[in-house]
Every structure is written in structure tokens, then in C-alpha cells.
């Protein structure tokens, strides 16, 4: 017969709890945080593929986040922004705190929760 680890519990013998499994791998871990942050790669593109937000750049937007990931920013927070080497686009003005593009924050905020209910819509509640 085997015999199961126990921990004393107030004079008596009580089974100790099993240990949990292995969780989930590094990579579905990332995989996930990829889907909390972004909404998935299908999302990620659908907002790439806009015009950007600020200026309205057809071309080299990139889905950025209006609340930064480190204060709590998911996918719903998503808006294209324009973003290209060779000059400093919208993008990475507005990460910088630029003044004058923070003043578009507001907006941004309510157009990203556009998009998003736009995207849930069409596409499911899976993403």
C-alpha cells in the first residue's frame, strides 16, 4: 500500500494537498500575454491596415498602444499610429510625450474603444 505524505494538523493526520502539474509552457504564457496586450495577430494587422489617427497617414501605421502596457494598456487600447525610420512619426511622438500630441489622448481613448467594439462585432467574441 502507498503511503501519502501528511502534515499535523491539530494532533491528527491530514493528507497533504497534491502537488499542481506543470502550468502552461513559456511559449503558450507569451502567447497569451500576446493576446491580452495586442488581441491577436488579426487584430494587431486590422489596426495597422488604418489610416493613422493623428495625421491620417495612409501608409507605415503601426498598432500603438494609447495607455502604455506598463499602466495596464490591452488590445482595447489599440489605435494605428504612423511610424517610419526615416523621420519620427506620430508613434514615437506620442510615446515620447510630446505636448502637442497628448492632447490627442482623449480622442485616441474613445476611437480605440471604437475599433475595438467594431472588431468584436465582425469577428466574434474570440479575440
Known amino acids: 500500500m502507498r503511503s501519502w505524505p501528511t502534515t499535523k494538523n491539530r494532533g491528527g493526520d491530514v493528507p497533504a494537498a497534491p502537488k499542481p502539474g506543470p502550468g502552461p ?50 488590445a482595447e487600447h489599440t489605435v494605428p499610429l504612423c511610424s517610419w525610420p526615416p523621420i519620427r512619426g506620430c508613434h514615437e511622438k506620442f510615446d515620447a510625450y510630446e505636448k502637442e500630441y497628448r492632447v490627442h489622448e482623449p480622442r485616441l481613448l474613445v476611437l480605440a474603444g471604437k475599433l475595438r467594439s467594431d472588431w468584436l462585432a465582425t469577428h466574434g467574441e474570440e479575440t
Open 25 to 74: 509552457s513559456k511559449a503558450a504564457r507569451r502567447r497569451q500575454r500576446f493576446e491580452e496586450n495586442y488581441g491577436g495577430e488579426d487584430y494587431r494587422n486590422y489596426i495597422a491596415s488604418l489610416p493613422c489617427a493623428i495625421c491620417g497617414a495612409e501608409r507605415h501605421s503601426v498598432s500603438a498602444h494609447v495607455i502604455p502596457r506598463s499602466r495596464g494598456g490591452k
